[in-house]
């Protein structure tokens, strides 16, 4: 039988399962795994084994995706449902990585692009240049 310190600390580790997934850029890691794990990177050079292990990687973070795309939208409901709409970017604006929202949490920049203190992804406001 689970006890209540059981399912007390279960229930914080996957809080903090979650957590990390919201750092972690997936999509960038698999266009980097697939470009890797490409045929195009074993002709110029890459270990077998690179690619072989890239394309793996890639497959994996395939999988890993949903979890933590539900993880984000989720987190961003809580946060939300926290703060005031007056304290939120507004919708476009958001972290491309992690979904954060708060202006407290994007650091905005004079030349418009922004830094995301929760996961320290770096990205341009919507309309601004490259």
């Known amino acids: 039988m689970i006890s209540e310190q059981d399912v007390e600390r ?3 580790e996957l809080g903090e399962l979650a957590l990390q997934a919201l ?8 266009e980097a ?3 890797v794990g490409s045929a195009q990177a074993l002709s110029a050079g890459a270990s077998p084994w690179a690619v072989t292990s890239a394309a793996g990687w890639a497959e994996m973070a ?4 949903p979890f933590r795309d539900h993880v984000v939208e989720r987190v961003a409901q809580i946060r939300e449902e926290m703060v005031g709409a007056g304290d939120l970017a507004p919708a476009g604006s958001e972290c491309p990585s992690c979904g954060e929202r708060r202006v407290d949490e994007l650091g905005i920049n004079e030349d418009g692009s922004v830094l995301c203190a929760t996961c320290g992804r770096r990205y341009q406001m919507p309309g601004e240049g490259a």
């Open 23 to 30: 750092r972690i850029d997936l999509d960038g890691f698999i």
């Open 62 to 65: 395939r999988l890993v995706k």
């Open 10 to 12: 279960i229930q914080q």
């Open 33 to 35: 795994s697939d470009l």
